[in-house]
């Protein structure tokens, strides 16, 4: 990557924090990845390592170009400046190097928060890759150029195979429907991290498939296919934002094996998205660049009773809130055992009525006039609706909104049937905007909670049957506001999470 000449005018050096330098990982490649950007606009750029592992002729992608230093033995805390501002990925919790401006880099949460939580300084600055991992944080969206190794293949190369990624595990269970799908193909062959391990090997097997089937989105392989124009069957699809669009891995993705053919369509454009994406990269880090320093200019503008100081602490207490939150659904332990706090029955009225509203899909896309809403008590406990449909055509997906405000349930049944009496369980296939806990727990921390879900009936919908217990509704610290049940905190509503989530994102991430 060619580089500029440094900018001898710039009193800013970006310390980027890797927790080890072992082995080409996702996290590690994005960071440094990250650095190559900012030395490439003239910025100083360190990386600091916390373990130097694996041999230093093989480093990480980018390290061989950026200065490195060995924390404990090459650099201290000592050696950092007042102006410097370290960068954190996610996984790093603390602040090891007792910076002053500190950034924390969310890379893959919140479908992998860290244990423990973040201990967020006041005035830490917070950015994701996505809006997928935090909508409210400045997004720095990174494309790495994989297309030496990963481009389209020609459609005479592809062979009558599908691959089957499993992650991690040896394999994973598919569902009838999924083996279904995979007979119609003369051959599968699984594939795993370490199969066939090499780039150059996987890019081989990926242009010859015809199909790749996951049981989730793995953001890394799904991208991967996409640009070997390799469509993603998605076998139990559990995405935060299912309408996301940003990147190119989105691209091909399908979760009915009857929108294959729409998914061969849909993945013809993802190289050129690609393309694109890394043209993009250099405006990205100088958006980046702006943002940060005027977040952090503010930050030391101001002394800690102002106004930007009050949002930028009220939207990190939400912020490490809802990462205890999270750690705790994704345990499998019970909503006692959070922070979450459902209201005694003596003060159930304090919560508002339900408003719970489903939407059908007759080919006009969710609208008011094609949905029901029904109103039910909003206090802790289990609740069932049964929705009675005249829908003017044949309906392709639902969506269900339990109401209009950041919610914890377990949802026991969501279920649909037809006139000729068949039952679809929806249970299984739905997405939408939440956190999913082993249990069956789901966490919706945003205003305007949806699930979304796919019908695939040969007669008229009737009826739409959602059954759920709602556990409650998360608090926030805060030192001036007492708590409604004497707890020290505040009960998060709707329009106090607006307040106290969106004005700070606007007031004091300065986002372009």
Request: a neutral charge.
């Amino acid at each position: 990557m060619a580089r500029k000449p440094r900018n001898e005018t710039a009193e800013v050096r970006y310390l980027i924090f890797l927790p080890s330098c072992r082995g080409p990982s996702e996290p590690t490649r994005l960071l440094c990845l990250l650095g190559e950007l900012l030395a490439a606009e003239g910025h100083e750029v360190l990386l600091v390592c916390a373990k130097m592992e694996g041999s230093p002729t093989n480093p990480p992608a980018g390290q061989g170009r950026l200065v490195t230093r060995h924390l404990g033995k090459e650099f201290s805390p000592a050696d950092v400046r007042d102006s410097d501002i370290a960068i954190y990925p996610g996984m790093v919790t603390d602040n090891p190097l007792a910076a002053t401006n500190v950034v924390r880099f969310l890379l893959s949460r919140p479908q992998e928060p860290t244990d423990p939580v973040i201990a967020y300084g006041a005035t830490d600055f917070v950015m994701s890759t996505c809006p997928a991992v935090d909508r409210h944080a400045f997004v720095l969206p990174l494309t790495h150029d994989n297309s030496d190794l990963f481009f389209p293949a020609k459609a005479a190369e592809k062979e009558d195979l599908a691959l089957i990624y499993p992650g991690r595990r040896a394999r994973f269970p598919l569902p009838q429907r999924v083996e279904a799908f995979l007979d119609t193909f003369a051959a599968r062959q699984v594939i795993t991290p370490w199969y066939p391990g090499e780039p150059k090997g996987l890019a081989a097997v990926l242009r010859k498939s015809r199909v790749l089937v996951v049981d989730g989105v793995h953001h890394d392989i799904c991208s991967l296919a996409a640009l070997c124009n390799t469509p993603v069957f998605v076998a139990s699809r559990n995405s935060t934002e299912p309408n996301e669009r940003r990147f190119p891995f989105h691209s091909g993705l399908f979760d009915d094996p009857n929108d294959f053919p729409a998914a061969l369509s849909d993945v013809a454009g993802a190289f050129a998205a690609h393309t694109q994406a890394v043209a993009d990269n250099p405006r990205h880090i100088r958006d980046f660049v702006l943002t940060c320093n005027e977040h952090f200019a503010r930050m030391l503008a101001s002394s800690r009773d102002t106004y930007a100081h009050v949002l930028n602490q009220r939207y990190l207490s939400v912020r490490r809130e809802l990462d205890a939150i999270r750690i705790q659904l994704l345990r499998g332990r019970t909503t006692s055992e959070t922070q979450m706090s459902a209201t005694a029955p003596d003060q159930a009225s304090s919560y508002p009525p339900l408003a719970a509203q489903l939407f059908f899909d007759c080919g006009n896309g969710f609208n008011e006039s094609d949905s029901v809403r029904e109103i039910c008590d909003g206090s802790p406990g289990e609740k069932r609706i049964k929705y009675d449909l005249t829908p003017s055509g044949k309906v392709g997906a639902i969506r269900f909104d339990p109401g209009d405000d950041p919610i914890c349930l377990k949802l026991k049944e969501f279920s649909a049937i037809d006139a000729a009496d068949m039952c679809v369980d929806l249970l299984a296939s739905m997405t939408g905007n939440f956190a999913r806990g082993v249990t069956g727990t789901y966490l919706f921390d945003e205003p305007d909670p949806q699930v979304h879900a796919n019908v695939r009936l040969a007669a008229p919908l009737l009826r739409v049957t959602v059954v759920f217990e709602v556990l409650g509704r998360w608090q926030t610290a805060t030192p001036t506001t007492p708590s409604p049940t004497g707890g020290g905190g505040l009960r998060i509503n709707s329009s106090t999470l607006r307040r106290a989530v969106r004005t700070a994102v606007d007031m004091c991430r300065l986002a372009h």
